[in-house]
């Protein structure tokens, strides 16, 4: 299994992101997928997941209409599309196979993850 993220990078407060996590070595349609990210100095958190199918979608509440998840099954990738974004948006953003198709917490593998720097 391999996640590789990208698209990351430095941008202003306000402007928009796009991460893409593309995913091999399993069946891509048949795992649930979410994005975390870690700012400096603090915990993991959980900001966004999707179904296998990419029809049930779930936001944490601090990003909850700024942050899009998506998923390409045919590419055998999952984006994640910010907004609006903030300073404490800052830190390394990654993504994560869950374990089946619709399980929302057990995570088996994460990538290296992209850096997003927020800042004026």
């Known amino acids: 299994v391999q996640l590789v993220e990208s698209g990351g990078g430095l941008a202003q407060p306000g402007g928009s992101l796009r991460l893409s996590c593309v995913a091999s070595?399993?069946?891509?349609?048949?795992?649930?997928m979410s994005w975390g990210r870690q700012a400096p100095g603090k915990g993991r958190e959980w900001v966004a997941w999707?179904?296998?199918?990419?029809?049930?979608?779930y936001y944490a509440d601090s990003v909850s209409g700024r942050f899009t998840i998506s998923r390409d099954n045919a590419k055998n990738t999952v984006y994640l599309q910010i907004d609006n974004l903030k300073p404490e948006d800052t830190g390394l953003y990654f993504c994560?196979?869950?374990?089946?198709?619709?399980?929302?917490?057990?995570?088996?593998?994460w990538g290296q993850g992209t850096q997003v720097t927020v800042s004026s």
């Open positions: 994560a196979k869950h374990v089946g198709p619709s399980t929302v917490v057990n995570r088996d593998y």
């Open positions: 070595g399993f069946t891509f349609s048949r795992y649930a």
């Open positions: 999707v179904d296998g199918e990419g029809a049930n979608l």
